[in-house]
């Protein structure tokens, strides 16, 4: 139960530093959810992402964040079983489904609804 | 006081007050997004007997699903202008401006239009992840062996 608590309170607070960046910089929301996946990539070099999944559960996993540490993830998990070429072969491991499926969702969508505007 | 030095304390409280509360509404928003994520996780767990690493790519794929639809049925827009941060942060950001960006360009073709600008918006996430992604895991496989 204490999950649920902390899902909320480390998805919030990277909702909030994002928002705080959004307001007192002249980034716009592609520059700040760029960095986002930069630094979720960054926390993996030192594990340190993977204990926030633990702990958080899946509020670790609906930040933007999540996007570059599951790319790192599956590259290095490759990279273990067969060298220093995994870190290409595995790069989507993880993120596949994710990519797969908006793309397929967005187009379907585009093609079945008008847009309003 | 006159008009004049009410509106000046006016002007001098607004932005702060106003962003405090955009700050507090990203917070609030994200963080209950999170909660949606984990809900759906032990959810997806428990009802289909999965590990907790396919239910994830299930809670990711239910997110964008319910963003792209939001977004292609107009009012996902207003929820981003509303929520800011606490909208484009999460996966559902994501999906939002890849979709957004289809239906933008749907009237100049399915080539040319939906095909050449469907990455407008959410290339950049996947450009510097990648990079970033490939740069770090290399130096954490050369450091620490993967």
Redesign the interface.
């Given at each position: 139960m204490m999950?649920?608590l902390y899902?909320?309170?480390?998805?919030?607070?990277?909702?909030?530093i994002?928002?705080?960046i959004?307001?007192?910089t002249r980034l716009t929301?592609?520059h700040?959810?760029?960095l986002?996946?930069?630094l979720g990539?960054?926390l993996?070099?030192f594990n340190i992402y993977d204990r926030i999944v633990l702990w958080?559960?899946?509020?670790?996993?609906?930040?933007?964040t999540?996007?570059?540490h599951l790319?790192?993830h599956g590259?290095?998990v490759k990279?273990?079983e067969t060298g220093?070429m995994g870190?290409?072969t595995g790069?989507f491991d993880l993120?596949a489904?994710?990519?797969t499926?908006?793309?397929i969702?967005?187009?379907f969508?585009?093609v079945?609804?008008k847009?309003?505007n | 006081m006159s008009n004049e030095e009410y509106e000046a304390i006016v002007k001098k409280h607004k932005p702060t007050e106003q962003r405090i509360l955009n700050i507090v509404k990203a917070f609030v928003i994200g963080g209950i997004i999170g909660i949606i994520g984990h809900f759906l996780l032990e959810f997806y767990t428990t009802s289909l007997a999965i590990t907790s690493k396919e239910a994830s790519t299930l809670v990711i794929i239910s997110l964008i699903l319910v963003a792209s639809f939001f977004t292609a049925l107009g009012f996902f827009d207003n929820w981003i202008n509303f929520g800011r941060a606490g909208f484009f942060i999460p996966i559902t950001g994501f999906a939002h401006a890849m979709t957004s960006a289809c239906m933008e360009y749907r009237k100049e073709g399915l080539v040319t239009g939906i095909g050449s600008n469907i990455f407008k918006l959410t290339g950049t996430v996947i450009l510097y992840g990648i990079v970033s992604a490939y740069l770090f895991g290399l130096i954490r496989f050369l450091l620490f062996g993967g």
């Amino acid at each position: 139960m204490m999950t649920y608590l902390y899902a909320f309170l480390f998805s919030g607070l990277v909702c909030a530093i994002g928002q705080v960046i959004l307001d007192n910089t002249r980034l716009t929301p592609g520059h700040i959810t760029s960095l986002f996946v930069v630094l979720g990539a960054f926390l993996d070099i030192f594990n340190i992402y993977d204990r926030i999944v633990l702990w958080a559960g899946g509020g670790a996993m609906v930040p933007i964040t999540s996007f570059g540490h599951l790319l790192i993830h599956g590259a290095l998990v490759k990279a273990r079983e067969t060298g220093i070429m995994g870190l290409a072969t595995g790069m989507f491991d993880l993120t596949a489904s994710g990519i797969t499926s908006a793309i397929i969702i967005a187009f379907f969508m585009t093609v079945i609804f008008k847009s309003k505007n | 006081m006159s008009n004049e030095e009410y509106e000046a304390i006016v002007k001098k409280h607004k932005p702060t007050e106003q962003r405090i509360l955009n700050i507090v509404k990203a917070f609030v928003i994200g963080g209950i997004i999170g909660i949606i994520g984990h809900f759906l996780l032990e959810f997806y767990t428990t009802s289909l007997a999965i590990t907790s690493k396919e239910a994830s790519t299930l809670v990711i794929i239910s997110l964008i699903l319910v963003a792209s639809f939001f977004t292609a049925l107009g009012f996902f827009d207003n929820w981003i202008n509303f929520g800011r941060a606490g909208f484009f942060i999460p996966i559902t950001g994501f999906a939002h401006a890849m979709t957004s960006a289809c239906m933008e360009y749907r009237k100049e073709g399915l080539v040319t239009g939906i095909g050449s600008n469907i990455f407008k918006l959410t290339g950049t996430v996947i450009l510097y992840g990648i990079v970033s992604a490939y740069l770090f895991g290399l130096i954490r496989f050369l450091l620490f062996g993967g």
